[in-house]
């Protein structure tokens, strides 16, 4: 991985965040968070602002800036923020909760101007390619499409029962979306016409998975588990598995892809995050002044904004 304008970040429950230089190891900058721990983190598509989701509040913070004070802070939710994303052109935000509600912020002005509810804790969000809606999968295992021009919920689904939904991801050209839950298992779909239908059915852990990343070309699936791996499933191959990274010594939270879908990026219990080299499955470098568990890591190494 280059230092090509490369946004490295992590956080977790030391209350601090760590920005990193990609390819040496080097912490380049400290930011104190003594709200709460973190459990979230997302960088604008510009790579000009790092949204922190902790307990209740989201808070803004410029990337290119040494002011460590947020730029703004997001107050309305009750509970965890446990997902946090942009639209393309940033001009809104959306995040989901414990609370059970997804919230949608425009970043110019004060207070949301949507709230979505759920009747469990929302655990994750993905914002669909199109820019129109957002899937939520929630704590009693319920996947709900929210459709942003009638502003309601337009689908919804439960893939195996009252387990919850960890993680969902959509493939960059909508033709994939995948959901991890509490079983170790992830259910692909194929998106047609505002439906989802069923593809495939992977047993990719046998405890939680924490984590499921689409890769950038759509080619590869990350999963990350409480049994302290992660694997990398092949797409065009019906999702074979790969590669089984192993190396963490806790559990592993959060990660994510390069631009070029050749590195992964995790974080784990264990107070590290690792760049893993995926063609050849080994550790390239380790993250390591963190003093607790991590939770998040975020990751913007795109040459420009995506279209």
């Keep these: 991985m280059s230092e090509r304008s490369v946004v490295l970040a992590t956080a977790g429950f030391d209350h601090t965040i760590r920005f990193w230089k990609a390819p040496t190891g080097e912490c380049i900058r400290k930011i104190q968070y003594n709200d709460s721990q973190v459990n979230c983190l997302k960088i604008t598509p510009d790579k ?20 460590n004070t947020p730029v703004t802070s997001f107050d309305g939710h009750t509970g965890n923020v446990t997902s946090v994303g942009f ?18 912020w425009d970043i110019r002005a004060p207070g949301y101007q949507r709230d979505y509810r759920s ?38 689904l ?13 493939a960059s050209d909508a033709s994939l979306v995948l959901a991890a839950n509490n079983r170790g298992t992830c259910f692909a779909w194929r998106l047609k016409k505002g439906c989802f239908e069923p593809l495939h ?15 950038p070309d759509s080619k590869l699936l990350a999963t990350a588990s409480a049994d302290k791996t992660v694997k990398v499933w092949n797409v065009d191959q019906n999702f074979t598995l790969q590669k089984t990274l192993v190396g963490h010594t806790q559990w592993v939270w959060d990660c994510s892809f390069s631009a070029d879908s050749a590195y992964l990026i995790t974080a784990s219990s264990d107070k590290t995050a690792r760049l893993w080299d ?29 279209a």
Aim: glycine residues 8%.
């Design 278 to 306: 995926l063609r050849g499955g080994f550790v390239r470098l380790e993250y390591k002044d963190h003093k607790k568990a991590l939770t998040s890591v975020a990751l913007n190494d795109c040459l420009s904004p995506p």
């Design 119 to 156: 009747k469990a804790g929302i655990n994750t969000l993905a914002l669909h390619p199109n820019q129109g809606e957002i899937i939520s999968g929630d704590e009693d295992g319920i996947i709900r499409v929210w459709d942003l021009t009638s502003n309601s919920c337009s689908y919804e």
């Design 48 to 67: 000009q602002f790092l949204a922190v989701a902790g307990n209740p509040h989201v808070r803004l913070y410029d990337i290119n800036s040494k002011n």
């Design 158 to 170: 439960v893939p195996d029962g009252k387990t919850a939904v960890r993680s969902i991801t959509v």
């Design 201 to 215: 059915k992977i047993d990719a852990h046998n405890t939680y998975c924490l984590k499921c990343v689409l890769s």
């Design 87 to 104: 639209q393309k052109d940033r001009k809104w935000m959306f995040t989901g909760s414990e609370d059970g509600t997804v919230k949608i």
